[in-house]
């Protein structure tokens, strides 16, 4: 540890022993009423509890509506959805095509052989666009419509293994 570092923790520890102290010091002292003010804050919070009540529940009902949310989000891009089936192993990716069309949805079908992996689609920028996980025996599905062409990369967002790092592929998004 560095000299500054264990002289700022002992100020610390001491400020934490000082804590207990008045607390232990001061807790034989005769509590005064408090009920007036218990009153009040009861009545404050049952009146916060229905006011949350008023605003959430028709805003959660309103956006109800729109369920199921994934079904609604894939109709939106024109033309058919475009099936990417992705499995992941330790340590690379496998995907049924490494080029798609712009502006068209589609449905990464993903799943891993061996453990758990996240599945991370990043732009050029390295911006995360898009992500589920990967694993055994189960098969997530992810709808993303790319809105611009380039070449992503595809990362494993979950350790899984000394070559966690290593676990990377690219998909081409094209002209359609
Ligand atoms: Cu696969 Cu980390």
Known sequence: MQPIAWQISLVLMALVAFGFAFVAINSGRRQEDYSPL??????????????????????????????????????????????????????????????????????????????????????????????TQAMPGYTNTLRHTFSEEGTYKILCMEYCGLAHHNMLTEIRVGAQ
Do not use: C
């Not at 009040?40 to 028709?58: C, D, K």
């Not at 949310?69 to 490494?98: C, F, H, I, K, M």
């Not at 502006?103 to 732009?123: K, L």
């Open 38 to 131: 218990q009153k009040s804050a009861y009545r404050l919070r049952s009146r916060l509890f229905w006011g949350l009540v008023l605003v959430f529940g028709p805003a959660m009902i309103y956006t109800l509506f729109e369920l199921p949310y994934d079904a609604a989000r894939a109709n939106t891009g024109a033309g058919p959805v475009q099936v990417v089936d992705a499995t992941g192993y330790q340590w690379r990716w496998e995907l049924s095509q490494d080029h798609v069309a712009v502006g068209q949805p589609v449905e990464f079908r993903v799943t891993s052989a061996d453990v758990n992996h996240g599945f991370g689609i990043y732009d050029a920028n390295l911006h995360l666009v898009a992500q």
